[in-house]
DNA sequence: CGCCAGGTAGGTA
DNA sequence: TACCTACATGGC
């Protein structure tokens, strides 16, 4: 059993549960899946019927089965000390000093400061660019069951099929060229509606290289303007995709959706002033009080 | 059945 | 700039 830790506090180590290997994660500082996976970044990770209490899913064409014996820790059954490295690390966002974030955003206002408290724990995802580009281009205008339901009907049709150690078949999220393979009108037959060409859309600009040119611009509004060449990709989408795909915390300048919740959560606020370099992951934490805490 | 859902594009005043 | 509406579908 080999043990390595990061600059982060955070300690990692190869090791068994469940008699299979696994790799365990300690020094997170609460960090809550649930939250994580519940609060409408991500459509992909769902609670897993095989282990009480785990969380499953795909993502960077990988099945992960992934529980927490703490809110300090979490442990990824069957997965290499390697696939965690090149994979889990970043999309999980340990390479985020998540403390200062935390501290930053409720330093802002004190309002900030009560969403922080109860939704503090929530990380953001490091997701794929095209995926969280493709997935939240299905969420306008649609409600979290439904766009899960079209984003599984879409990896079904045109991802890979990989199996889960119980043997179920899973897929992965297709790349921009399968979706390119086939005509418009097979995107039609998903269901997704009126987004079936905006899907198509991104798909064709990610083939022309759209997201190195998103990741490389020198600025959160750069990006903005580039990733909104896509048609179907406004103001809101835009904020979902940069915040989630391509680590652009600072996403959401657009404050209209974020007065809107701090209105409904508090209405007593006056300090209403709270943007800045964490405004994307600010904004996560109303959407999660929302839907979860102050609203029933 | 009606209202709503992590909206956007295109039009008009 | 500010509002209006079509768009396509189904969750609740």
Redesign the pocket.
Same mark, same amino acid.
């Given at each position: 059993m080999k043990t390595n830790c990061s600059e982060m506090g955070i300690c990692v180590r190869q090791t068994t549960e469940h008699g299979m290997a696994a790799v365990k994660v300690s020094g997170l500082s609460r960090y809550s899946l649930e939250k994580t996976f519940d609060? =409408? *970044?991500c459509f992909r990770f769902e609670p897993s019927s095989v282990l009480e209490g785990a969380f499953e899913g795909v993502a960077f064409g990988r099945f992960l089965r992934v529980y927490q014996d703490s809110p300090d820790d979490m442990i990824l059954l069957g997965c290499t000390e390697e696939e965690f490295r090149d994979i889990w690390y970043k999309f999980f966002s340990l390479h985020r000093p998540w403390a200062d974030i935390e501290a930053d955003i409720a330093a802002r206002s004190d309002t900030l400061a009560r969403a922080a408290q109860r939704a503090g724990d929530i990380r953001i995802l490091t997701q794929d660019r095209f995926e969280a580009t493709v997935s @939240? &281009?299905i969420? #306008?205008? $649609? $409600? &979290?069951?439904? &766009?899960k =339901?079209l984003i599984r009907a879409l990896c079904r049709k045109y991802g890979e099929c990989i199996l889960t150690p119980e043997g179920e078949r899973v897929y992965t999220f297709p790349t921009p060229e399968k979706i390119l393979s086939m005509p418009l009108s097979e995107l039609?037959a998903l +269901? /997704? %509606?009126?987004?079936?060409k905006?899907i198509y859309a991104a798909a064709q600009a990610a083939c022309d290289g759209i997201l190195d040119r998103i990741s490389n611009a020198p600025t959160t509004a750069e990006a903005e303007k580039i990733i909104?060449s &896509?048609? =179907? /990709? %406004? +103001? +809101?989408?835009?904020?979902?995709a940069l !915040? @989630?795909g391509f680590e652009r915390y600072d996403a959401f300048p657009v404050d209209v959706?974020m007065k809107r919740?701090l209105a409904r959560l508090f209405p007593d606020a006056r300090d209403m002033s709270v943007f800045g370099e964490y405004a994307g992951v600010a *904004? #996560?934490y !109303? @959407?999660y009080c929302e839907?979860y805490i102050e609203g029933k």
């Open positions: 609060c =409408g *970044q @939240f &281009i969420s #306008q205008c $649609n $409600n &979290i069951p439904r &766009i =339901g039609t +269901k /997704v %509606g009126y987004r079936d905006y909104m &896509i048609e =179907g /990709v %406004g +103001k +809101k989408v835009a904020a979902c !915040l @989630f959706w919740a *904004q #996560q !109303l @959407f839907r």
